[in-house]
């Protein structure tokens, strides 16, 4: 382990005296559950709206209660489409609150969600009306098929199996980012097809105007929302920023820096460990949006990213030259200093997650040795920005450990007892932790059994 050492530590402040740049919020688990609880009453809203229209004694059979379920599950999984779409729209508020880590979890959750009650709508539908006719289950599909709009309908929850199939994590790992992101563009497709048939065959619908025009007006509102923020800011970003790629950095074999000017910059309010989504206007690249954090802290000159070379969009992004126009959306992201709640800090980065650590060891503001970072790679060839740290680490009087080689050597430089002697009062700090997501999960356990509270764990998985 190589360390660059900060001088003596000057005697602390109680540590719960935050420091000055600390802002009180209310904690991660907390914000999740509001959301939760809104999102929970929305679909109590529309069960009690098909209640309401379906009075229990009109249940009288079987098969009456088999199509009602059916239908309560095709109510409930397009509700949860919605919040599919409203889950990644990008809105800002919505990042700020949970952050877009959590609203990634979120929203491939919901999406298995979604799909298991699309497909009970349909299965339970199908049985209802096979008992009602006393016709059999695959007679009886043959004849709902006939109805107007059902193939489309049919089409459409298809195309988001094949979504659902594509983001597990066992696929996500196989295919190429890009056959993943054209996949997931398919969804709107799959949403028009879908929603056309709830409106021309829906029996909540039809007959129903009240339910219908509230039913438009979510999707108008949501869509509205999501061309505002994935396109609409976008534009507006581009004409008044005019951002273009102004150097290609190469930083260690495999990993570039891209320097990014443009007008305005500090409108931008982007802050260090936050991300935007780039799109690097070339032939081959154009029309793919990739999220990358900012390796440096934000200043009005310039912002940068710093990439690895994974996959084809980013061995393209290798090759990017000067001049080259770029949009962006964001900046997205809660991993930034305004989680600190304690004036000792822990910066923990595996691989390529030093991009948005980079950015914080330079912007936390921190008193001599309030500040260590560990930075964990498999070869000392893979350190990145080594001059940078060490230099910012003898500015701010901090600590750097670089550690690299196999994970099955020993010691392990993340097993609690290592991590208890090279930090000393370690569970007095705030942990901020990015990497490689089995790296995440092993030195969260680490950091738990070293008496570092959950809420003081800060994580940016790099799982988008």
């Known amino acids: 382990m190589r360390t660059v050492s900060a001088p003596t530590r000057r005697p602390d402040d109680p540590d719960r005296a935050p420091a000055p740049s600390v802002r009180a919020h209310l904690p991660q688990p907390g914000r999740e559950s509001v959301v939760a609880a809104a999102v929970a009453a929305g679909a109590i809203l529309v069960v009690g709206l098909w209640v309401v229209d379906n009075p229990p004694g009109s249940l009288h059979s079987l098969a009456d209660q088999l199509t009602a379920a059916g239908r309560v599950t095709g109510l409930l999984g397009t509700y949860l489409v919605l919040i599919e779409v409203l889950l990644m729209s990008r809105v800002p508020w919505l990042d700020r609150l949970i952050g ?13 969600y979604s799909i298991c009650l699309l497909a009970a709508h ?60 054209a996949m997931h563009l398919t969804t709107y497709l799959a949403i028009a097809l879908s929603f056309t048939h709830a409106l021309s065959d829906g029996d909540d619908f039809v007959g129903h105007p009240v339910n219908r025009a509230l039913w438009i007006g979510l999707y108008v509102l949501v869509g509205g929302l999501l061309l505002a923020h994935r396109v609409g800011a976008p534009v507006r970003k581009a004409w008044r920023h005019r951002l273009v790629v102004s150097q290609v950095v190469p930083e260690t074999p495999g990993v570039v820096s891209i320097y990014v000017t443009g007008a305005h910059l500090d409108e931008l309010r982007a802050e260090a460990g936050q991300f935007l989504t780039w799109r690097f206007l070339t032939r081959q690249g154009w029309w793919q949006a990739h ?109 750097v450990y670089y550690r690299s080689g196999p994970r099955s050597q020993t010691p392990d430089p993340f097993d609690p007892d290592v991590l208890r002697r090279v930090v000393a009062d370690l569970d007095r700090h705030d942990v901020f ?5 089995g790296m995440v999960v092993a030195v969260r ?13 800060h994580v940016e998985a790099f799982e988008l």
């Not at 356990?445 to 003081?456: K, Q």
Request: aromatic share 8%.
């Open 100 to 112: 877009m880590d959590r609203l990634a979890t979120w929203h491939r959750r919901n999406g298995q």
């Open 122 to 181: 349909a299965l339970l539908t199908i049985w209802g009306y096979a008992g009602a006719d006393h016709a059999g289950f695959f007679h009886e599909t043959g004849t709902v098929l006939a109805l107007p709009d059902v193939v489309t309908a049919t089409i459409g929850f298809g195309l988001f199996v094949a979504v659902g199939v594509v983001s597990a994590r066992v696929v996500r790992r196989a295919v190429r980012y890009e056959t993943w992101y």
């Open 291 to 399: 999220p990358f954090s900012l390796s440096a802290a934000p200043n009005p000159n310039w912002l940068r990213i710093t990439v690895k070379t994974s996959g084809d969009h980013t061995a393209e992004l290798q090759r990017l030259r000067p001049g080259v126009r770029v949009l962006v959306e964001g900046p997205y992201g809660a991993f930034t200093e305004h989680r600190r709640t304690r004036r000792r800090v822990l910066l923990v980065a595996g691989g390529i997650g030093i991009t948005p650590i980079r950015a914080l060891f330079e912007a936390i503001p921190a008193g001599p040795g309030e500040l260590t970072l560990l930075y964990r790679v498999s070869r000392p060839e893979d350190i990145v920005f080594q001059e940078e740290l060490d230099a910012l680490a003898a500015r701010k009087a901090a600590t």
């Open 433 to 437: 932790l990015c990497g490689p997501p």
């Open 445 to 457: 356990e680490a950091l738990r059994t070293a008496g570092v509270p959950a809420r003081r764990i």
